[in-house]
Nanobody
Framework: QLQLVESGGGLVQPGGSLRLSCAAS????????????IGWVRQAPGKEREGVSC????????NYADSVKGRFTISRDNAKNTVYLQMNSLKPEDTGVYYC????????????????WGRGTQVTVSS
């Protein structure tokens, strides 16, 4: 069963940067990481989960929520079984738990479209 582990969260001042990582493991013999679209979903306190970004299996196609376009960049290294989210120009409203999620097939930003989830990493943007 696919397992996802996030890392890289922390406390950062407004305008700062963080890079999140999502390490994947537990592939079946016929399904490797490049079969999965990987997304980042965040949840702010008291709010519903929000899709932030997604990258397809090959890394050739990416999607971003309007709220993060131009500031966040998603990438993947299938040889290392890892997906990254580079977050620049962070704002207090970016605060939340960031989850890595996977689905077989095309990219998506709707949280309910993902079938596998990590446990999340906390990102706090505050002065």
């Amino acid at each position: 069963q696919l397992q996802l582990v996030e890392s890289g969260g922390g406390l950062v001042q407004p305008g700062g940067s963080l890079r999140l990582s999502c390490a994947a493991s537990g592939f079946t013999w016929h399904y490797y990481l490049d079969h999965y679209a990987i997304g980042w979903v965040r949840q702010a306190p008291g709010k519903e989960r929000e899709g932030v970004s997604c990258i397809n299996g090959s890394g050739g196609s990416t999607n971003y929520a309007d709220s993060v376009k131009g500031r966040f960049t998603i990438s993947r290294d299938n040889a290392k079984n890892t997906v990254y989210l580079q977050m620049n120009s962070l704002k207090p409203e970016d605060t939340g738990v960031y989850y890595c999620a996977a689905r077989v097939g095309l990219c998506a930003l709707k949280p309910s479209d993902f079938g596998s989830w990590g446990r999340g990493t906390q990102v706090t943007v505050s002065s």
